[in-house]
């Protein structure tokens, strides 16, 4: 994983979550909660949260009197979450790194992780983290994105994008978002962190567009893809989403569009 794909800073934040939340991140964040609410946790922990799609789905179907911790390694993508999130007295926001949590030993229930996985640079020391901090019975849920393949849009943009730069192609979404889809994979390094119980289900789903244009923008300038195509030629951003756009609407049309997305959904315990 290179260094920009942990970026989300400038305006990628409201971006990521105006454009790209609606478009593949919600439907899954509805799936996290009702899974997470479904075990009755007094303290749950998420990490990797991003802009808070699934605290914004979850707070309101926990207990009362529940603990929710809400983690993220980046600032700015916590304070813009914790700007979208209503007063509630349960949430406590850290700045925190899922590989060294700053919590006690079995402090949760639940720790949680929507397509966070992907990016932690050791993931057996994040899975091993996540154990350490469950209390006995808990469970880790989280999510990663299958292959690229199995998600059309990102497929798309990524061809798309690739035609402007045919000597380095921006890959980050491919190399980082799904890259990492292999479940035989997943298990064995969840089996590494000391989880022995794991559970793994790949969902499909459909991600829907106001239109091509808008599925373009999201992607090239709401992710950080809009970083490496910046690294390669600032002046090439608005070029490189029109080139995505065109990409689309050739595939897609140009009015509301629709494409698969899939993901692997994951809950693991000792």
């Known amino acids: 994983m290179a260094e920009s794909d942990k970026v989300f800073a400038g305006s990628i934040p409201k971006l990521y979550d105006t454009l790209m939340v609606p478009l593949i991140f919600q439907a899954y964040a509805d799936d996290t909660a009702e899974l997470v609410a479904g075990f009755s946790p007094g303290a749950v922990l998420e990490t990797a949260a991003g802009s808070g799609v699934v605290t914004r789905s979850l707070a309101p179907k926990l207990g009362a009197d529940a603990r929710y911790v809400v983690t993220d390694l980046n600032p700015p993508m916590l304070d813009y979450a914790a700007s979208r999130q209503p007063p509630d007295s349960r949430i406590e926001w850290r700045q925190a790194d899922a590989l060294d949590l700053p919590f006690e030993d079995a402090s949760f229930d639940v720790v949680c992780c929507q397509f966070g996985a992907m990016f932690f640079p050791d993931r057996v020391a994040g899975y091993a983290e996540a154990r350490r901090v469950l209390r006995p019975g808990g469970r880790f849920v989280f999510s990663v994105w299958d292959r690229i393949e199995e998600n059309a849009f990102a497929d798309d943009i990524t061809n798309a994008v690739a035609t402007l730069f045919p000597n380095d192609p921006p890959r980050f979404l491919a190399r980082t978002p ?17 989880f022995a119980n794991v559970q793994i289900e790949t969902r499909e789903k459909l991600s829907r567009g106001p239109s091509a244009r808008d599925v373009a923008m ?23 989403t029109d080139r995505a756009a065109e990409a689309m609407e050739s595939r897609h049309g140009k009015g509301p569009v629709a494409g698969k997305i899939q993901a692997h959904v994951i809950v693991a315990a000792e």
């Open 178 to 194: 799904h890259g990492y889809h292999d479940v035989a994979r997943i298990r064995d390094d969840l089996g590494r962190a000391g």
């Open 218 to 240: 999201a992607y090239c300038q709401g992710t950080p893809l809009r970083n490496e195509i910046e690294a390669r030629d600032a002046s090439l951003l608005q070029l490189a």
